[in-house]
Every structure is written in structure tokens, then in C-alpha cells.
């Protein structure tokens, strides 16, 4: 009986089995570029907003403090959007018929809030608190970025696990003094040591697992 | 974490409203929907389907995959088993608030102070709520009913108030209907019924005790003075009024003071978890013991505790000596005791006394008498009224009045023999005086007795309304129904047991657009338009005095209570008229030649069913049976035999013409010849959850026998599946409880106490070897472990379960389940073994006999709370092949759902069963308004994953991020878990074992601490407390075999040096 298979296929087996190494291993690289790019994280993503809100008008340029608006963030786990009568406080005598703003003016009207697209949406198992980050030196830049230079909200970071774990393994090299929690571009902070032994931070701690995960 | 700030506040209108029901508010958008839902609501087609879509397929769940379906399942799981993670997250909003609230802020709960009631009295009541949503209720420390301390009832009422199953609309004749139309219709009956005075009206309420609703209801009896208020409370104090006028000739309520008391005997008093005010009184009782336990001594009395009772009760399993006698015969015990004490007028009274008897009589009168002012002697409701007479007797000439029980003014807003006041009610409806009935709260055609035939007589009204909780049998049968606004959704005010009031204020508006009783009564009176919080508000506003405007009414909201509202206390004189005395004990005689006796219990779970469609009481297993989702008919060991019946087998309970099937169970420590009936259960009409279980007890309930019935008892040849909780959670055979005698356990404390130099100088062989906390403590016998030990330099936080103080109530249960999640899994589940309580309450017996008569037949009853124990060599942790269930820096015992796959191994390796598993997609995840219900600081575990106490890690976090926050330690008593707070007799502690000042470590050092299981060295953080029993030396002789090994233990450790 004739062959079924001429020998030339002989090397075409051995460069499958062989380059089945390369190929998974390919995959397996491909799989860890792609749950970081910006398509799976978000970063870097324009969300729709009811109001195309600019941080760095509001922020860089007309020194507002994040505070102003987050009014929860030293206090509770949620850093707290502002009541549409927040931005009726300024927005009733400036830009007060401005098309662009028209619905907070129609929410302050009619009670019915406004509904923001979430930017920064952890799963639901973790819970994050913000106010015992800000009250341990880290600042709104670590996580959200230069928030002050986005004109549009958008994700500066993945969010992702080991980008928390980058922190809470070395919060050293994260931490600023308190006074330089709500400012932006400024320098990590050379004591950072120094500044967790102050703060108290117990390293060996954060990365319980009932840190984050209940 | 999705927030929704729109639902804040409690006046806001309700967001899960459907638009039919806000029938006042009706915004006009609406109102084409609103027609055609009316127009639709009228056709027949729709009534059949309102009545069809919920009760009838809902509840059932048809297990059944055949072949062919199993194989299209798992052909569809596996074509999307690699597709399922690849699911992108849906964007989720945050709606932010118009206008802030004051107070709120977002992402952190308010508590606000309110009351939940049961049989009409209130318990003070913090309700913690997250952005307007009600999560979790507390007990109130300032209130005197509650202290803190909250029982399963309130803990599940919050269940109860976003039940999906509660009545959403008004109903006329069978059709969805409008608050508006019934108002019509009520304004055109006001003119006829202002011509007669009222005749023919008819009020039917529970017992009253809100001042409001009282002062509401006798302005309308005094403009229509002819109509007629009846009160009828199924399991009411109707024995416990008459007895007081027996002995008094007039109306008083009892005020109790255990603390004060030292030798306490109960006849059929069940005052540790089933009266008013048991939860303080709870409080009070175990107080003494704690105190003495925890300074042993110090010589701090010990109170010692007697009961007499016909079927095991909460009360009776705390005991130090029970015993179990048919309800009957109690009366005469009660003389005997009298006649003993020379309580004058009770010479040579009672049943002549033989043996045990005897010795039990001897030394009841023995500390009785040698405690003058510090005894007291109570009875149950369930005795007739001839007994509680006695009891005062006994309390009068001992000298106990004044100090460990006060008559007070009565509660109630009209006290009442509720009885005779539901008999008179259906006398009148019977000849066709009943021209209009309102029934404002309870469920007569389910609850009335049975001879009264109260669901035929109901037909012969000319108009009935009904406002409830739930479309229920009585709903059905009256012309207009209205849906109850429930209590947390609701203004009103009630009292405590000693007369407290406290206010009751909403705290989100009606989610289904139910009505209080206010309004219906205002709408009555021609005032539709007031709401409730006008009502409550004014009736408040003119009799509290304050400086400015408001202030004390807004104090009293926040507090919780009013002050200076308690009852006043009344000096009483002893006074039976002549003769009555013995016609009371005469009394209950009726159907004596009948062969067995019918007790009438509530049902320690359900109440008296009102709590039927509530899932987790439901599942609640309860305390000493251990059933769930049933309730069966209680009988003794030796009466089954004798009858030839077991468990599960079906008889007939027969009283006078009226019967009804039941499901037996063997219940220790169950008077012979004494049938337990639980009422509550045999629902007909009320929702998904609570129908069709169980048998109907008031279904031979009679009027003249309500609480002990003489009837018979027929075998069938059916049974009938229960399920209970006990039997798969079992760890017979081991040193689990450990019992020590109040007087050995003093003397021999007492030596040890300067530095422990009793114990030889093993300093370390101390209690805190069996804490197992810190490598210094183990002393003695070190453990041997391959494992490292670890380091804690922070906290460690441990807990400490006190056996004597624990009364197996069930508050911690339902607590746990309230915070931290937990699901419900139905009967059929629950079959498998797969209940997902994470606390659970295991009950052991320990007999006093050889022979199984002995064993079973006054056993002693101990209750062991049953959680994580946080092992610091945790057997769970190292078989995890994914790293799910790990150790932290604390010393807690994670799990991390996320990461957990489902192999169970841990479960399997885990010594004390403590561990749970999703089998099942148990958490409704469907139903929107119990989204409302969930903790939001706790994961909703879904189906494959393993879960168990946390400790309550959601509490811990909060605190030590407050404390983090302001630079300190967590101070002690700062991390409360779920059951600790819930406990009404502090039997948990939770704390820091590292600081040497806190409780939890102070209760660690005690002689009493233990581990569980110690000798398997897994070194728990969860420690016991040994029971302590104080018996009367002469009846302690019979040993306790749990007092042999707890002093066992301590002699080891003496010598074992």
C-alpha cells in the first residue's frame, strides 16, 4: 500500500510540535498585551457624560479645589459627586444659559439627578476607600493622573490588581506629605520612608487579602 | 458599589412604587397607564392572572433534568464555559444627589432610631440605612426593652419590608382597586353611620399600646358612641391580665427585675425569649451570672433558676432544675409551693408530694423562703389564670413586691379580655349587627378559634375592611383590603413592656404605597387628607413640653424614646374575692376524660404566623427541635413508644369535633401525654414563601381551651418529611460543651485566683493555653504544629462565647444573616445538608438517666454557638489548592471569594463544619427590590463558592480605618460583630486578644475559657466559656456528667505539671 503521507511532512509535524511551544507562548503574550490594552482597561477612554465637564478648566484653571466637588473624600469610602445645586452655586450667575450646561439646570428644576457615566469602576468585590487614601498621603494624582490637564474624564490607570499591589507593596515610593495630596505635578517625595513610618502604614498588612476583598 | 442617592429620603416618593398605587399622588403622566391598568384590572382575565402568577408555580421548583435536558444544558455551559469571562463589564452610573441631605454622606450609613413590635409592644430599634435604603437593624441601648439587644423578629423584619410578596394594592371584592375609591365608598357609609351613633361599627384591633392610635380611636368612639372596639391577639395576655384582677380586682402589669432576683421559679414562664420585654429581662437574669461567673471568688451571689413546664422552652433548657409536667397539673404545684411556704389561704393545698417530687418541692420552698424580697415566682400566658393568682400570692408573702417585681399601670391602651371581645364580635356578626368591620392588622379568619367559625360569620357583614401586610385568608374573605404601610415605613409610636413609648418613624416611603392604621382610622372620622406624621406629630406636639418649639419632639425621634413616658407604678393590695380562687383553678377542666393534653405554643420562629412568608425565619432553625420550614406536633419519648409513633410518622389531633393531621416529633424533655401544637404554621394565603407549610394548629384551637386542650391523638398510616439542621451538623461523641457546678467551680477559682499558685506554679497551663493565643501562653502542654507560629504585633482579634449567658435564641443567627448576606436555600435544601446560616447554634442534651426514659426524658439542654473559629493553624487554609482562604496579618482566617473555585476541600478539612457552600445559585438575584436589602460592605457570593464568618471583616475594616485615620489603636468595644450585637445576654465578646486591658482577653484568662477540639491543635480564636449549673446541693446530688469532666479538666491542669 502507498504511503498516505509523502516524507516532506515528516518536517512539517516536527515545526508544528516544535513551534506549538512558540505559538501558545505567543498566545499567552498576546493575552497579557491585550488585558492591558486600553480596549480592555478603559484607559485613556472619553466616557459619554450628560455635560462634557472639563477638569482642567475647572481645576487648572480656575483653581478649584478637588474638595470643592468631592466633598466625601476624606470621609467615607465614596469621594462623593456634587448635588447638581453644587454646580447651580457658581453656575446660576456664570454660564447661566450656556446650551451645554442646560441639563443641570434641568435637573436642578425638575429634582431628577443627573446620571454620570462611571470613569473608574472597580468590580464589585473590591472595596476601595478613598479616605483612608487620602489620609495616608496619597494623592488623587497616584490613581486618577493629571486630571487636571484632561479636559475629558478618563482612566489614567488599569485598576487592575497588580497595579494596586504595585502601591500597596511599596507605598514608599507613592506617598507625599498631606499638604501635597490635592495638588498635581508635583515630584514623589524623596522621605517617602520617613513619611510611611509617620503615617503609621503597616506594609506587611496591605496586602492582606481582607484589605480590599470582603 | 452602585450608589443611588435618589432613594435618601424617607418622604421621597418611593422609587419602586408602581405607578398604580400612589393612587393620592398620581403625577398626571401617569395616568394613561393608570386607566388602563384600572380597565384591565376589572376584566376577569387579569384577576386570574394576579392570582395565578405568584402563589401557585413560584413556589414549586421542579427539579426534575431529564437526559436529554442535562445533555442541552451542558452542551450550551461548555460552548460558553470559555466565554464567560470575556464578558465586558456594563457602565454603571453614579446619579449624585439634586440637593444634599444634611447628614448624609455618601458611601456611609445613618442610624436612626425607631421601634419594631410584637403583639402590639415595642422594642427600641436603631435602623441602619445606606443612602435612604434600610440594611440592617440594632438594638437601642437607651431603650428599656431593647438595651441593645435585638431578637430574631426584629432582626428579620427588615426582610420582611421589602418582601416582594406583600400586599402592593387596594382590593375590592377580589379587583385591584384605589385608596381613593375606598375613600368614596367610606364617605358615603359616614352619613347612616352618623345618624345611628355609630351602631353597627365595628373596630377589631391586636393589642394597642401606641398612644396615638388610641387617643384616635377613642375620639371616634366618642363620636359615634355606640360603635363597638374588639381586640383580639392570638397568643394575647389574657391569663395574665385575669390572674392579676384574680388576686388584685384590678388591671396591673408586671414589671420584673432579675437582677435583683437570686432563686427564680417559673411556671410555664417562658421570660427568657417569649414575653414582653424577655429581652431585657434576658439581659437582667444572665447578668447576675455573668457577674458571678467572671469573678469567681469575689463572692458574687449566684441566682439559680427553677422551672416547671409542660414542653421544653428556652427558659426551661437555661434551667438549673426542671421539671417537665403537663400543663395541667401545674396549677396544683403551684398551690403546693404555696402550701409549703405558708403563703396563708394555701394550707394544705396542691398535690400530695412523693419522691422526686417531694425533694424537688423541698427545696424550691428551702431558697425560696431563704431569699425573701430576692425570689420571684412567675407564670407563662399559657396558664390559666388561677396559677398567676398564686404566683402574686407567693411574691406578696415573700416580700418580693417592690423589689424583684413592681405592678405597674397597665401598657395597654384598654386592657381587655381579647377572648371574650373576639366571642362578642362574632356573636353580633352572627345575627347580622356587624354593619361595618375594620380590621385594622391581624388575620382573625386564620387566627380566631376555631369554634367561633369566625370565616362563616364574616359573610353576614355588610361591609368589611381589612388592612394588612399581606393579601391573607382574612384579605380574601372581607370586601376592601388595604396594603399595610409596614413599620419601617410608617409613623406611629408604641410602648415598651414598662410603659416606654417610643416613636416610630419611617425610614423610606412606602414601597408598595401601604396605609397605616392612622390614616384608615382618620379616614374614618371624615380626616382623609391627614397623613400619618400629622397625626403622630400633633398628638406628640401637645404633650411633650420643650423650650423652643419642636425640640423635644425632635429628641424624642432621636433618642428613641419619650422620656417620662414609663408607667407608673401601683401599690396593690392582695384582694381575690372570696371564693374565686378555686373556681379559677377549676377553670380549663373542659374535655377532661380525653386520653392526651394539647399545649398551643407559639412558634418559637414564626410568631403566631405572621412571619410566614418571611424566608428567614423560615429557615431559622428552631431552637431546640431544630426544624425548619415545619413545625411538628411535639411529643415525648415514652408517648411515642407508647403510641407506637416516630418521628415524621402523620396523626390526627382531634379536639372536641375539630381536627387536624400533624407530623410528629420526639422532642426531649416533653411532659408524657402532653402534645406540643406550634401555631403559625398551615398558611393558605400569603405569599411565595410561607403557603402550604406545615399544619394548621388554630385549626383546633378552641375558644374555652386556647392554651392547654384536652383532645385525642390518632395514628394514620402516612408520614410526612421534615427537616432539621442538627442531625448532618452532628459532632457527637466529643468533649464539645463542658459543664462545671456554680459551687465547685467557686471554691476551687477561688484558690486559684492570687497568681494561679492553686495550680502548682504552671502559671502558663492557665486558660490561656486553651485560648491558644501567643506562643508564651502554651505553657504546659505546648502544641506540637509543623507549621510556623506567627507573629502579632497589632491586634489579634479573638472571641470569647459564654455558654452560661448563651440562651440559644437565635438573635445572633438571623443577625449574621441580616449583615453579612447570607442567602436562603428552601426545605428541599436545606434536606441536603446545605443551609448556608453561617452561624449556627448547635443544642446538645445530656440525660440524667442510664436507660433511654432517663436520657430523654428531662434531659439538660446546652446550647453551643457555632462559627469560624479562626484557627491560628487553620486545617482549611492549607489544602486550598488556589490560595482562596488564607491567613492575615490579624490572625483572621480570609476567604476570598474571587479567587475560590469551588473544590471544597477545605470544607472537608475543617473540624468544626463551620464552612458553606453555594451549591446553588442561592442569592436572588433577580428579584429588584431585594437588591435594596443587601449589606452594600459585603460581597453577594454567587453559585461555586465557598463561604463562612468573617468576623464580621466589613466591621473591622470601618473601625480601623476611623482609627488609622486619626493616628490610634482600635480602642476595645469599638469592633462589634453582627451577633455580638444582637446578643440580649452578652454571651459574645470580640476584641483584641494583644491588649491585656480588653474584655475578650480578660474572659480568656478565666478558668471557665476553652477551646474547642483543643487536642487536634488547630489553636481556635473562638473560645468557649464552660457552663456553669447551680444546683441545690441537696437535687445536685445526681451527677452531671459534663460537671465530672469540666472538673476533670481542672484537676489535669492542677497536676499535670
Partial sequence: MAQLFHPSTNTFSKATIFGGVFILAALAWLWSVGIRSPYATGVDVVRDQPVPFSHDHHVRGLGIDCRYCHTSVEKSAFAGMPASEVCMGCHSQIWADSPLLAPVRESFRTGRPLAWTRVHDLPDFVYFNHGIHVAKGIGCESCHGRVDQMPLMRKAASLHMEWCLDCHRQPQTFVRPLDQIYHFGGQPHADGDDLVRQFGIKKEQLSDCWICHR | ?1057
Fill in chain 2, 1 to 1057: 458599589m452602585t450608589l443611588d442617592p435618589t432613594r435618601r429620603d424617607p418622604r421621597a416618593p418611593a422609587p419602586l412604587a408602581r405607578a398604580g398605587e400612589a393612587a393620592g399622588g398620581l403625577a398626571p403622566g401617569n395616568r394613561a397607564y393608570w386607566r388602563s391598568l384600572e380597565q384591565l384590572a376589572a376584566t376577569p382575565e387579569f384577576r386570574s392572572f394576579v392570582e395565578r402568577e405568584f402563589p401557585r408555580h413560584a413556589s414549586e421548583w421542579h427539579d426534575v433534568s431529564g437526559r436529554r435536558n442535562f445533555l442541552k444544558l451542558m452542551a450550551a455551559s461548555l460552548a460558553l464555559a470559555g466565554a464567560t469571562g470575556c464578558v465586558r463589564e456594563p457602565a454603571e452610573t453614579i446619579v449624585p444627589y439634586v440637593r444634599s441631605p444634611e447628614q448624609a454622606v455618601p458611601g456611609k450609613p445613618l442610624f436612626f432610631a425607631t421601634a419594631t413590635t410584637l403583639g402590639g409592644y415595642a422594642r427600641g430599634v436603631l435602623v441602619e440605612s445606606h443612602m435612604g435604603r434600610p440594611t440592617k437593624i440594632e438594638g437601642n441601648g437607651e431603650h428599656p426593652a431593647s438595651r441593645g439587644a435585638t431578637d430574631a423578629f426584629a432582626q428579620a423584619s427588615i426582610l420582611s419590608l421589602y418582601d416582594p410578596d406583600r400586599s402592593q394594592t387596594v382590593m375590592f371584592r377580589g379587583r385591584i382597586d384605589t385608596w381613593d375609591r375606598f375613600l368614596t365608598t367610606l364617605a358615603a357609609e359616614l352619613p347612616g353611620l352618623v345618624n345611628r351613633q355609630g351602631k353597627g361599627l365595628h373596630l377589631l384591633t391586636g393589642t394597642v399600646t401606641s398612644p396615638t392610635l388610641a387617643d384616635q380611636i377613642q375620639r371616634l368612639l366618642g363620636r359615634f358612641p355606640a360603635a363597638e372596639w374588639h381586640q383580639y391577639e392570638p397568643l394575647g395576655p389574657d391569663n395574665i391580665r385575669a390572674g392579676a384582677r384574680l388576686a388584685f380586682d384590678s388591671d396591673v402589669d408586671m414589671l420584673y427585675h432579675f437582677d435583683r432576683a437570686r432563686v427564680v421559679l417559673s411556671l410555664d414562664a417562658d421570660f427568657l425569649a417569649g414575653m414582653h420585654g424577655s429581652l431585657r429581662y434576658a439581659r437582667d437574669f444572665m447578668q447576675t451570672r455573668r457577674e458571678a461567673a467572671h469573678k469567681p471568688g469575689a463572692g458574687a451571689p449566684m441566682n439559680r433558676l427553677y422551672v416547671v413546664e409542660p414542653t421544653p422552652s428556652l427558659t426551661g433548657a437555661m434551667a438549673d432544675h426542671r421539671l417537665p409536667l403537663s400543663g395541667g397539673r401545674i396549677e396544683s404545684m403551684a398551690r403546693a409551693v404555696a402550701a409549703r411556704l405558708g403563703v396563708e389561704g394555701f394550707d394544705g393545698a396542691g398535690e400530695a408530694a412523693e419522691g422526686v417530687w417531694d425533694r424537688w418541692l423541698a427545696a424550691v420552698a428551702e431558697d425560696l423562703s431563704g431569699q425573701r424580697g430576692a425570689g420571684l415566682i412567675l407564670a407563662g400566658e399559657g396558664q390559666p389564670p388561677g396559677v398567676h393568682a398564686v404566683a402574686h400570692a407567693i411574691n406578696g408573702a415573700l416580700g418580693n413586691v417592690g423589689r424583684t417585681v413592681e405592678y405597674i399601670e397597665p401598657v395597654e391602651a384598654r386592657p381587655r379580655d381579647q377572648r371574650a371581645s373576639l366571642a362578642d364580635l362574632v356573636r353580633r356578626m352572627r345575627s347580622s349587627e356587624v354593619e361595618l368591620l375594620v380590621i385594622l392588622g391581624g388575620n382573625p379568619v386564620y387566627t380566631a378559634p376555631a369554634d367561633l367559625e369566625f370565616a362563616d360569620n364574616l359573610s353576614r357583614v355588610r361591609l368589611c375592611i381589612h388592612l394588612s401586610d399581606y393579601y391573607d385568608e382574612t384579605s380574601f374573605l372581607s370586601h376592601w383590603h388595604i396594603p399595610a404601610a409596614h413599620e419601617l415605613e410608617s409613623w406611629s409610636d408604641a410602648r415598651a413592656h414598662d410603659g416606654t413609648a417610643t416613636i416610630l418613624q419611617p425610614l423610606i416611603a412606602p414601597l408598595y404605597g401601604g396605609k397605616t392604621a392612622h390614616e384608615v382610622v382618620a379616614a374614618l372620622s371624615g380626616e382623609a387628607q391627614r397623613t400619618s406624621f400629622e397625626i403622630v406629630e400633633q398628638h406628640w406636639q401637645e404633650r411633650l413640653e420643650s423650650q423652643e418649639p419642636g425640640a423635644a419632639w425632635r429628641k424624642a425621634l432621636h433618642d428613641g424614646i419619650v422620656p417620662g413616658t414609663a408607667a407608673e407604678v401601683r401599690q396593690v393590695q392582695w384582694s381575690p374575692a372570696s371564693g374565686t380562687m378555686d373556681d379559677a383553678l377549676r377553670e380549663d377542666q373542659a374535655g377532661d376524660g380525653e386520653p392526651v393534653e394539647i399545649v398551643f405554643r407559639r412558634d418559637p420562629t414564626i410568631f403566631d404566623g405572621r412571619f410566614a412568608n418571611n424566608g428567614w425565619l423560615q429557615e431559622l432553625p428552631k431552637p431546640l427541635t431544630k426544624l425548619c420550614w415545619d413545625n411538628a406536633a411535639l411529643i415525648s419519648q415514652a408517648t411515642a413508644q407508647r403510641l407506637g409513633v416516630a418521628n415524621e410518622d402523620v396523626v390526627e389531633l382531634h379536639v372536641g369535633k375539630h381536627t387536624v393531621d400533624a407530623p410528629v416529633w420526639i422532642m426531649p424533655g416533653q411532659a408524657d401525654d402532653t402534645v406540643t401544637v406550634p401555631l403559625g404554621y398551615g398558611r393558605w394565603r400569603t405569599g411565595r414563601v410561607g403557603e402550604g407549610l406545615g399544619f394548621n394548629g388554630y385549626a383546633i384551637r378552641v375558644s374555652d381551651q386556647p392554651w392547654t386542650a384536652r383532645g385525642r391523638l390518632k395514628k394514620t398510616r402516612r408520614r410526612y418529611p421534615l427537616v432539621t439542621t442538627q442531625d448532618h451538623w452532628s459532632m457527637e461523641g466529643r468533649d464539645l460543651v463542658r459543664v462545671a457546678a456554680w459551687d465547685q467551680y467557686e471554691r476551687q477559682a477561688g484558690h486559684r485566683q492570687p497568681n494561679g499558685d492553686a495550680g502548682g506554679g504552671d502559671a502558663g497551663g492557665g486558660p490561656a493555653a486553651q485560648a491558644g493565643h501567643g506562643p508564651a501562653a502554651h505553657g504546659g502542654h505546648e502544641p506540637v504544629s509543623l507549621y510556623p507560629e506567627y507573629p502579632y504585633e497589632g491586634n489579634a482579634w479573638g472571641m470569647v462565647i459564654d455558654q452560661t449567658a448563651c440562651i440559644g435564641c437565635n438573635a445572633c443567627v438571623v443577625a449574621c444573616q441580616a449583615e453579612n448576606n447570607i442567602p436562603i436555600v428552601g426545605k428541599e435544601q436545606v434536606g441536603r445538608g446545605r443551609e448556608m446560616h453561617w452561624l449556627r447554634i448547635d443544642r446538645y442534651y445530656e440525660g440524667e438517666g442510664d436507660d433511654v426514659a432517663g436520657l430523654l426524658g428531662n434531659p439538660q439542654t446546652f446550647f453551643q454557638p457555632m462559627l469560624c473559629m479562626h484557627c491560628e493553624k487553620a486545617p482549611c487554609e492549607v489544602v486550598c489548592p488556589v490560595a482562596a482562604t488564607v491567613h492575615d496579618h490579624e490572625g483572621l482566617n480570609e476567604m476570598i471569594y474571587n479567587r475560590c473555585v469551588g473544590t471544597r476541600y477545605c470544607s472537608n478539612n475543617c473540624p468544626y463544619k463551620v464552612r458553606r457552600f453555594n451549591y446553588l445559585q442561592y442569592v436572588d438575584e433577580k428579584t429588584e427590590v431585594l437588591k435594596l436589602l443587601r449589606n452594600p460592605d459585603v460581597t453577594v457570593r454567587s453559585r461555586g463558592v465557598m463561604e463562612k464568618c468573617t468576623y464580621c471583616v466589613q466591621r473591622i475594616s470601618a473601625a480601623r480605618i476611623d482609627a488609622k485615620k486619626e493616628n490610634r489603636a482600635i480602642r476595645d468595644g469599638e469592633v462589634v460583630t453582627a451577633c455580638q450585637a444582637a446578643c440580649p445576654t452578652q454571651a459574645i465578646v470580640f476584641g483584641n486578644i494583644n491588649d491585656g486591658t480588653s474584655r475578650v482577653r480578660a474572659l480568656k484568662e478565666l478558668p471557665l475559657n476553652y477551646a474547642l477540639l483543643d487536642e487536634l491543635g488547630t489553636q481556635p480564636r473562638t473560645t468557649y466559656l464552660a457552663r456553669l449549673v447551680n444546683r441545690h446541693p441537696r437535687l445536685g446530688a445526681a451527677p452531671i456528667a459534663g460537671a465530672q469532666r469540666g472538673e476533670r479538666d481542672q484537676e489535669g491542669e492542677r497536676t499535670g505539671t
